[in-house]
């Protein structure tokens, strides 16, 4: 299997076969980051509905927002830094609610067995 031929292109300093092995990996673990966030964030969501669809759940709904909005805003930072700038259409892939990207960002006080 051989790698893509951008990656050969993209590191001026790669071996004479123009082919930069750090690089590629570099690549292949940041998709991987990138993977594991969304999963995260997928999870996240999925515990939301889960509990909207169980009544008398256990856990405090507000935290499980939060928790959201957290998965959601480290997804949109890390994308950000990979120079990947749409986002709108995470919206509908992930179907994040409303409430939770009201709260994209805005962190709270943590609780005392946080700290």
């Known amino acids: 299997m051989r790698p893509p031929r951008s990656l050969a292109r993209r590191n001026p300093h790669a071996g004479s076969k123009g082919f930069d092995a ?25 515990a939301l509905r889960r509990h909207d669809a169980t009544p008398g759940s256990n856990r405090d709904r507000d935290d499980l927002v939060q928790e959201a909005a957290e998965r959601a805003w480290v997804l949109f930072i890390q994308r ?17 609610p409303r409430e939770v990207m009201l709260r994209v960002g805005v962190f709270g006080k943590r609780s005392s067995k946080e700290r």
């Open 22 to 46: 750090f690089g590629y990996e570099i690549m292949q673990e940041t998709a991987s980051a990138l993977g594991r966030i969304g999963r995260q964030l997928e999870e996240a969501l999925e």
């Open 80 to 96: 950000d830094h990979l120079g990947l700038k749409t986002d709108h259409h995470l919206l509908s892939t992930y179907d994040i």
